[in-house]
């Protein structure tokens, strides 16, 4: 009786555990597979206006998960730029973002030749 009691016990704080941990994304590649909705949430409303677009412009909700051709150009870009900043822009302590070409804008506009 008292081991049963402890095994719910224990089953129960499992639970608890598994529900309230890091959210369980279903395919993170470039951001860390662990990062808090609300961080992701932050990230993802920032690309959103950096191109002037909503979710389902590289989404198809309400499956956020699913890959599209322009979720797969997104990572793309998010490598590029983690590239950029890491390799040139950290010694100057700069850094880009999604903005800084994209301007409100999903195609950058070209600057007049
Ligand atoms: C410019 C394209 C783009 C826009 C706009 C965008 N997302 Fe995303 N989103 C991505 C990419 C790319 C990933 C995957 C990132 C990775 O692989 O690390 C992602 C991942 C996600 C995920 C995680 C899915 C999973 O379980 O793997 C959620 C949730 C999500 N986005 C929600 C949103 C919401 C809500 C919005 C609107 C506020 C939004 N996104 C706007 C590109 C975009
Ligand atoms: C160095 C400049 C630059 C930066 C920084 C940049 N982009 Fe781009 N992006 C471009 C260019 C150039 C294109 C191609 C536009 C075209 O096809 O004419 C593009 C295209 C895209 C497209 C496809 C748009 C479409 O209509 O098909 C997506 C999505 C995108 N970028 C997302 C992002 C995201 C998300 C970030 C930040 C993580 C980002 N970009 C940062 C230059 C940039």
Same mark, same amino acid.
Not at 35 to 48: C, G, H, R, V, W
Not at 63 to 90: C, H, S
């Given at each position: 009786?008292?081991?049963?009691? !402890? &095994? &719910? !016990?224990?089953?129960?704080? !499992?639970? @608890?555990?598994?529900?309230?941990?890091?959210? =369980?994304?279903?395919? !993170?590649?470039?951001? #860390?597979?662990?990062?808090?909705?609300?961080?992701?949430? &932050?990230?993802?409303?920032?690309?959103? +206006?950096?191109?002037?677009?909503?979710?389902? @412009?590289?989404?198809?909700? #309400?499956?956020? =998960?699913?890959? %599209?051709?322009? +979720?797969?150009?997104?990572? %793309?870009?998010?490598?590029?730029?983690?590239?950029?900043?890491?390799?040139?822009?950290?010694?100057?302590?700069?850094?880009? %973002?999604?903005?800084?070409?994209?301007?409100?804008?999903?195609? #950058?506009?070209?600057?007049?030749?």
């Amino acid at each position: 009786m008292r081991l049963r009691s !402890l &095994t &719910t !016990l224990l089953g129960l704080l !499992l639970l @608890f555990v598994g529900t309230t941990s890091a959210q =369980e994304w279903k395919d !993170l590649q470039v951001l #860390p597979r662990n990062i808090s909705k609300a961080d992701l949430k &932050t990230i993802m409303k920032a690309q959103s +206006k950096a191109l002037g677009v909503d979710c389902d @412009f590289c989404h198809q909700m #309400p499956t956020p =998960e699913k890959e %599209t051709a322009k +979720k797969k150009t997104a990572r %793309t870009m998010m490598r590029m730029v983690n590239d950029i900043n890491a390799k040139y822009l950290l010694a100057v302590q700069s850094k880009t %973002t999604c903005a800084t070409c994209h301007r409100g804008k999903a195609k #950058p506009d070209e600057v007049a030749k």
